[in-house]
C-alpha cells in the first residue's frame, strides 16, 4: 500500500471490469476497517488483483471507530476501547454523494478512495462508503461508525450502505462497463437488488425476469460461514422497517425470502450465477447447509509478498525471480538451501521475541519451541485446547525439552464465551509458570499476525470441524 492518499491519483473512470463488495478489507492497522480474516482475506484478494493488474475495484465501509481496540486486564480479562483514527489522513475524500432509502429516510453517502499498488505499478482503487456527512441527522451519521455492531436495525442499515449504495457509487464515478459483482459474504447481498432496481424500472415486484437473469449472470457469491449462526438474518418486521414495505415485498416476489425472514446469504445466493465456498471440504458443507443452490468451492489464498517476513523475502529475492508477481513461483522454495531457510527463520523468531519482551516484559528463550496460537476468540476455534490438560503438558515438555507459546486473538464484544476463554487461557497460564511460558499479546491485528506467522516454529489451529471455513490464518 502506497504511503499516504496524497501520492494516489482518482483513477480514471472506465476502467474496471470487476467490483469487489466486503463488510471488511484489511489494507494496512493503520486503516482498521477490519476485524479478522474476512477483512484480510479481502485485502489480500484485492493485493493479488493489483499485482496481476486486473481491472477490479473494492467497495467497503470506513468504519470511523474501527472494530475495537483491545486490552487485558491484570487478570487476563479482555476490555475493549473505541479506535480512534482520522480517515483524512490515509484516505482521499471523493467528492460525489448518493443517496438511498433507509428507514424511509434518505441517507446521503459519500466515499473516500485508497488505491492499491501492485509490483508492477498497477493500482487497484478500494472505495470507503461514509454516512458521517453533513446532509445526514446523527443518527444516520453514526451508521457507518463501527464495524460488526450488536444492533441488527444498524447491522441491516450498514448492509443497505454497502450493498444499494455501491453500486450507486461506482456509477456515479463512471464506472459503467462493469461485468462482474462480486459479493465477499452475505453483508453485500443487496448488491444484486440495487441491480435490479436501477435496470428494471417500477420496482423488484414488477422487475422483468430478462432484467433478473442478466443481473444473476453478472453476480458471483463467496460464503465462508459454516457455522448456521454466522449467517445474517433479519425479522420481517425489522426487514421493513430498514428496506420499506415495497423492497421487502419485491424480494419476497422474487423467491429470495427464507421462511419470510430475510436470510442475507440465501439472497445472494439466489440472485447469483456463480456460489463458491473458500475449501473444497467448506464447498461441500456449504452445499448442504444450502441444497437448494449449487455451491462450488474456490480455496483460499494469501498475497504472499504482504506475509512473508523480511528475512524470508530477502531469502526469495535472492533465489526465487520473479515471486514478487506471480506467487507460484514460491513453489520452488522446496530447493531452498537448509541453513538460509534456517537462518531466514532465526531472524525472524529474533524480531518475534523483541516485539514479547516490549510488550509483556516476557523473555522468551530463542532455543526453546515456540508455537503460535493467534485466533479469534470464539469457542468453536478452540484456542485453549492446548492448555485443557496441564498435567500432560507437563509430562511433554520434561520427556522433549522446554516449550512457549504466545497468544492473540479477539473475542467479539459480544461474544461472553470467547471473552471468558480468553480469560482461561491466562489462568491456565499461571498455573503453567513453572514449566510452559505462555504469553498473551494483545490487540492482535495484521503488523503482528505476520510477525508471529513467521516468528513461531509451529503454528497451531484446533478447531471443531467443519466449522473452520478454511483456516486461512494458518497460511
Given at each position: 500500500m502506497s504511503g499516504t492518499w496524497r501520492d494516489e491519483p482518482v483513477r480514471p473512470a472506465g476502467e474496471i471490469d470487476i467490483a469487489y463488495f466486503s463488510m471488511e478489507i484489511a489494507v494496512d492497522d493503520a486503516v482498521p476497517t477490519y476485524s479478522g480474516g474476512l477483512g484480510v482475506l479481502a485485502g489480500d484478494f484485492l493485493r493479488s488483483a493489483a499485482d496481476l493488474a486486473l481491472p477490479v475495484a473494492g467497495v467497503t465501509l470506513v468504519y470511523h471507530k474501527g472494530f475495537f481496540r483491545q486490552e487485558l486486564d491484570g487478570s487476563g480479562r479482555q476490555v475493549e476501547h473505541e479506535?480512534?483514527?482520522?480517515?483524512?489522513?490515509?484516505?482521499?475524500?471523493?467528492?460525489?454523494?448518493?443517496?438511498?432509502?433507509?428507514?424511509?429516510?434518505?441517507?446521503?453517502?459519500?466515499?473516500?478512495?485508497?488505491?492499491?499498488?501492485?509490483?508492477?505499478g498497477a493500482r487497484v482503487p478500494v472505495y470507503f462508503l461514509d454516512t458521517s456527512v453533513p446532509e445526514n441527522d446523527p443518527g444516520d451519521r453514526a451508521i457507518t461508525d463501527q464495524l460488526y455492531v450488536g444492533d441488527p436495525y444498524v447491522r441491516l442499515s450498514q448492509e443497505a450502505v454497502l450493498g444499494l449504495a455501491g453500486p450507486a457509487v461506482l456509477a456515479a464515478l463512471g464506472y459503467d462497463r462493469i461485468s462482474r459483482y462480486h459479493m465477499n459474504e452475505g453483508h453485500a447481498s443487496l448488491v444484486p437488488v440495487a441491480l435490479i432496481e436501477a435496470a428494471g424500472g417500477g420496482g423488484l415486484g414488477h422487475a422483468d425476469q430478462e432484467v433478473v437473469a442478466s443481473v444473476r449472470r453478472r453476480c458471483v457469491f463467496t460464503t465462508h460461514t459454516p457455522v448456521p449462526a454466522g449467517h445474517d438474518r433479519f425479522s420481517p418486521a425489522l426487514a421493513a422497517r430498514v428496506l420499506g414495505d415495497d423492497r421487502l415485498k419485491g424480494i419476497d416476489q422474487l423467491g429470495a425470502l427464507e421462511d419470510g425472514t430475510l436470510n442475507m446469504t440465501v439472497l445472494g445466493m439466489h440472485l447469483s450465477g456463480f456460489v463458491n465456498g473458500v475449501a473444497r471440504r467448506h464447498g461441500s458443507v456449504s452445499q448442504a447447509m444450502f441444497p437448494q443452490f449449487t455451491v462450488q468451492s474456490v480455496t483460499n489464498g494469501v498475497h504472499v509478498p504482504t506475509w512473508a517476513a523480511p528475512s524470508t523475502a530477502r531469502l526469495f529475492d535472492r533465489h526465487i525471480p520473479n515471486w514478487r508477481r506471480d506467487s507460484t513461483m514460491v513453489r520452488y522454495a522446496t530447493g531452498l538451501p537448509l541453513s538460509d531457510l534456517r537462518a531466514a527463520h532465526d531472524e525472524a523468531k529474533a524480531a518475534l521475541l523483541a516485539c514479547v519482551a516490549d510488550r509483556t516484559g516476557v523473555a522468551l528463550d530463542p532455543a526453546a519451541l515456540t508455537i503460535g496460537v493467534a485466533r479469534r476468540a470464539t469457542l468453536y476455534k478452540r484456542n485453549d485446547l492446548l492448555l485443557s490438560d496441564t498435567g500432560r503438558l507437563r509430562e511433554i515438555v520434561a520427556a522433549n525439552g522446554p516449550l512457549q507459546v504466545v497468544y492473540s486473538g479477539k473475542a467479539h464484544p459480544l461474544d461472553e464465551p470467547g471473552k471468558a476463554m480468553i480469560h482461561r487461557v491466562a489462568e491456565r497460564a499461571m498455573k503453567l509458570a513453572d514449566d510452559v511460558t505462555v504469553v498473551y499479546l494483545a490487540d492482535y491485528g495484521m503488523s503482528l499476525a505476520g510477525m508471529l506467522c513467521a516468528g513461531v516454529d509451529v503454528w497451531l489451529n484446533t478447531p471443531v470441524a467443519p466449522h473452520e471455513a478454511s483456516g486461512t490464518s494458518g497460511m
Open positions: 479506535v480512534s483514527w482520522s480517515p483524512g489522513g490515509r484516505l482521499r475524500p471523493l467528492d460525489i454523494r448518493v443517496a438511498i432509502e433507509i428507514g424511509r429516510r434518505t441517507v446521503t453517502v459519500g466515499a473516500w478512495q485508497l488505491d492499491l499498488v501492485g509490483a508492477g
